[in-house]
Structures are given as structure tokens and as C-alpha cells.
């Protein structure tokens, strides 16, 4: 039997509440460290994928497709779709919260390589 994992209620950003499994939730350095363990120090070889058509990016090809730098948005916002990951229904249950010192949690892609919902070990 699947143990069934312990879920947590989160207040975005956004004003919006999501219970999400307690594996999802990550602090900023932790996710940080789990970046720099799957794909090395430099953030643009850092790669998310889309829950809506599932493609897969790093934020290298993030800039050059939407020819803009905000680093923030490239684990935000889909290169090939219109898909947010802040927008009403998030992240479709395949995404990370990400928590800071000050200010409201984010809501964000997975990393591209990451199962499902479920933070590597
Ligand atoms: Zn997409």
C-alpha cells in the first residue's frame, strides 16, 4: 500500500490557497540545491517543464524564445504555451511551492527531469 504522504495548506502569492503534499514545498535554498544537484551551479542550464503541454525548457532557451531576461519567469511561464504557473489552476498538481524569508510563497514548474509532484532523494 502507498503510504499516503502528508499534505499542507499553502497561501500564494496570489491570495489563492493550495494543499499540496509536504515533498512539494521547498524554502528558496532548498530549491535552490535541488537545481544546482540536477543541473549544476549555472541557472541557465536549469530546466522546468509546462503541466499543460508538457515541454520541457532551460532558461537559456527561455530568454531566447521569449527575448526577455526576467529570471523569475522562466520557471513561471511556459515558452510554448500561455500556460502560468500562477495563474488560477497553477501547476495542474505536476509543480513545487517555493517559500522565502519574507513575502508569500510561489507556485512554480517542476524541474524537467522531476517525477511527478515528488522531490528527488
Ligand atoms: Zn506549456
Do not use: H
Not at 491570495?15 to 540536477?38: G, H, L, M, Q
Not at 551551479?41 to 524564445?65: A, V
Amino acid at each position: 500500500m502507498e503510504k499516503l504522504e502528508e499534505r499542507v495548506k499553502i497561501q500564494l502569492q496570489t491570495n489563492v490557497s493550495v494543499t499540496v503534499p509536504k515533498s512539494d514545498v521547498y524554502t528558496i535554498d532548498e530549491w535552490k540545491a535541488e537545481a544546482i544537484k540536477r543541473y549544476g551551479e549555472d541557472p541557465r542550464k536549469w530546466r522546468f517543464r509546462c503541466p499543460k503541454c508538457k515541454k520541457q525548457w532551460s532558461l537559456e532557451e527561455y530568454f531566447e524564445i521569449k527575448n526577455r531576461g526576467n529570471v523569475s519567469d522562466g520557471w513561471q511561464e511556459c515558452c510554448y504555451c500561455d500556460w502560468v504557473s500562477y495563474g488560477l489552476l497553477g501547476t495542474l498538481g505536476d509543480g513545487l511551492i517555493v517559500t522565502f524569508p519574507e513575502g508569500a510563497p510561489a507556485q512554480v514548474f517542476n524541474f524537467a527531469d522531476a517525477e511527478k509532484g515528488v522531490k528527488s532523494k
